[in-house]
């Protein structure tokens, strides 16, 4: 196979992201995917651009989350005028719904996070939530309001990329999954694929929950699944604008009238069934949130596999071997982290420098790890 200039081992969002911005700046580059690309996570996904930490254990991804934000309306033009295609993207907001008396010390605290973060948020009663979205429950307590968050439809823009990325100039190769590091030395020489060997000077791993599998992987991004189960609803009497949060549930709606309505997090390995206990959680969630929905059509279940890392943080950057990246680990993110994934790998590759600080998400800090362990 002839050589590129770069290749990536994973055509999801994040491998399609990367080689199109790898592509727009001239460079010969190539995607093998196991499978049909774009198929896993980043079609499993809710698909929504929310940088809200989720709690302080999450503040060192802030500054990158926020960097995302402001890449994204630049970034979805770039795809949308290349390949005349919409990917579904809402700037609605958000709502942060407590259905119970004792939610003032969280909304306090959920507010405090949000403002600390310099994301606006503000205090809702139930009735004034009830305003913005009627269709809302009366148990309502109170809410916390994110006026700048927003989604896009995952699977539109997944594709929408691939194509952009196609359109660039990028070889996507479906069935030809990477089996190992090619290396010599200290030295990432390019990819053993299913097919044989392909050379390039850079070779970025963005194969989600999968890459810990490619071998001579795992040390640097040591990813496992993590399943989330989702469903698409209809119902003809609800119109829902924002996202809506309960808890880790959430509805989600989309311009052609679905509500994605998950989700759960279950450590069981590359399992993706879809079982009665996480449908049954599901719709609970929904239809205390919005009565309405008991009279909805399920239009689809699925399941997907988010790539997890051990600290729950994605996994970026250069190794200790000449020209291996990684870009994985995105977790519950990865949409939110697209732009500025691509933005900064882009940035390494053509003048090893990037415009934000992604020394928190190195690959190289799981060595430490075990270093200092004495493993
Ligand atoms: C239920 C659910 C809801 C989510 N909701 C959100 C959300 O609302 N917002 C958000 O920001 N994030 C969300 N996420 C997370 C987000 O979807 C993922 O972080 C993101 O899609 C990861 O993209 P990826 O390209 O790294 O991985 P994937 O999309 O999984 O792509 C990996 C690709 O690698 C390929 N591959 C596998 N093995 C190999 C191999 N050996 N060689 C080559 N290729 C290989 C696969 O076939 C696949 O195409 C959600 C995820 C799930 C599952």
Request: aromatic fraction near 6%; charge should be negative; glycine fraction near 10%.
């Amino acid at each position: 196979m002839k050589p590129y200039d770069a290749v990536v081992a994973g055509g999801g969002l994040i491998g399609a992201s990367i080689a199109f911005e790898l592509a727009a700046e001239g460079l010969r580059v190539a995607v093998f995917d196991a499978q049909n690309p774009g198929r896993e996570a980043s079609w499993a996904s809710a698909g929504m651009i929310s940088p809200a930490p989720e709690s302080s254990e999450m503040a060192s991804l802030l500054p990158i989350s926020l960097a995302s934000v402001r890449l994204y309306p630049e970034f979805i033009r770039r795809v949308e005028d290349l390949t005349g295609r919409s990917v579904g993207y809402r700037k609605d907001g958000a709502l942060d719904l407590l259905l119970d008396e004792t939610g003032q010390a969280e909304i306090d605290e959920i507010l405090a996070l949000h403002r600390g973060a310099g994301l606006r948020a503000e205090a809702l009663s139930g009735p004034e939530a009830r305003r913005i979205e009627p269709a809302l429950t009366s148990e309502l307590r109170a809410a916390v309001h994110r006026p700048d968050e927003a989604s896009l439809d995952n699977r539109l823009f997944t594709e929408a990329t691939l194509e952009a990325a196609r359109r660039k100039g990028v070889e996507i190769f479906a069935g030809n999954g990477s089996e190992a590091l090619w290396t010599d030395g200290d030295v990432c020489k390019g990819l053993e694929l299913q097919s044989g060997r392909v050379e390039a000077r850079w070779t970025v791993i963005a194969a989600g929950c999968f890459s810990a599998r490619i071998k001579g992987v795992a040390a640097y991004a040591p990813v496992t699944p993590a399943k989330g189960q989702m469903m698409a609803l209809r119902c003809d009497s609800v119109n829902l604008k924002k996202d809506l949060w309960l808890g880790h549930m959430y509805l989600v709606p989309r311009n052609d009238g679905r509500i994605i309505a998950g989700s759960t997090v279950e450590y069981e390995g590359f399992d993706r069934s879809v079982t009665v206990a996480g449908m049954k959680r599901i719709l609970s969630g929904a239809t205390k949130l919005v009565p309405a929905l008991e009279s909805a059509r399920i239009e689809e279940t699925w399941a997907g596999l988010r790539p997890d890392s051990p600290d729950h943080l994605p996994i970026l950057g250069p190794t200790d071997l000449d020209g291996l990246l990684i870009a994985t680990g995105h977790f519950r993110s990865g949409i939110l982290l697209t732009p500025v994934t691509a933005r900064l790998i882009r940035e390494w590759v053509t003048t090893q420098k990037v415009s934000e600080d992604w020394a928190p998400f190195s690959p190289m800090r799981f060595q430490r790890v075990r270093q200092s362990r004495g493993a």
